[in-house]
């Protein structure tokens, strides 16, 4: 290659097989906020394919007063979504756990066993927008104790806490590892969260990315984010161990 055309080429764009297994998504149809049909999950699933994801967790909300789910509401959903997408996309491998809201409910489903990602009993737990249960600090120290490892999802998008809000530094000394969304540093939810994302990213907090994908406007984020510069370096970075963890 010629001297010119080295200064001029473009820089060759990465997809999302540099992150390859999807640790939080909502693509079970029907049973929370995410898709509604088995139709909109295959084609949201096969957008996520052609991005080059290739393992997605499908981890529907768990709530004490919005989404009672349980085994036994996830699992046949999961099962037919399975079926549905060994036949229309078989290079794409669905596993399944749930979203965890830390809330008066979750101590009881931390009694009686949780639904995890991958072997390690990795657990996705969420807190609210709004306040954070005040006893979450003890609830989370519980599950590490029960020998789960919390993975925190969104941190960036708990607005009441600044960036060097010390509990964040807590959390991750005891033990919890963060989850930011890919929506988060295309800019979905906007300049602040996105900022705040960067941030946590660049304070060493974060291991893992996932899409959070509900509808298409969150998949239409994810996928024209590869597009941007910003992101084609964060992934480039290796800073989201998703590879290692749930490879």
């Known amino acids: 290659m010629s001297l010119i055309n080295r200064i001029f080429r473009k820089p060759e ?3 999302y097989s540099a992150i390859g ?3 939080h998504s909502h693509f079970l149809p029907g049973i929370d906020d995410g898709c509604k049909e088995t139709e909109e999950s ?3 699933l096969k957008r996520m394919y052609e991005c080059g994801f290739r393992k997605i ?3 529907p909300h768990i709530q004490a007063e919005y989404f009672r789910n349980s085994r036994e509401t996830i699992l046949p959903v999961f099962e037919n979504l399975c079926n549905a997408v060994s036949e229309v996309i078989p290079g794409l491998e669905l596993q399944v756990a749930a979203e965890y809201l830390v809330d008066e409910g979750f101590e009881k489903q931390v009694k009686d066993g949780l639904i995890f990602l991958g072997n390690k009993k990795h657990v996705l737990v969420e807190l609210s ?3 954070p249960f005040p006893e ?5 120290q519980d599950v590490l104790m029960k020998g789960y490892t919390p993975v925190l999802a969104h941190p960036e998008r708990y607005l009441y806490w600044p960036v060097d809000e010390p509990v964040f530094e807590n959390l991750h000394a005891a033990g919890v590892l963060f989850q930011v ?3 988060s540093i295309c800019g979905y939810y906007g300049s602040e969260v996105r900022k705040r994302a960067i941030d946590l990213i660049e304070r060493g907090f974060v291991s893992l990315a996932g899409s959070d994908i509900h509808n298409a406007r969150y998949a239409d984020a994810v996928c024209d984010g590869l597009n941007n510069k910003k992101v084609q370096e964060i ?3 290796g800073v989201f161990k998703n590879p290692e963890i749930f490879g």
């Open 13 to 15: 764009l990465i997809d």
């Open 57 to 59: 967790y499908c981890t």
């Open 136 to 140: 979450f600090r003890n609830v989370l």
């Open 181 to 183: 969304n890919l929506p």
């Open 42 to 44: 295959l084609m949201l």
């Open 21 to 23: 297994t999807d640790v």
């Open 235 to 237: 992934l480039n970075s």
């Open 129 to 131: 927008y709004f306040n």
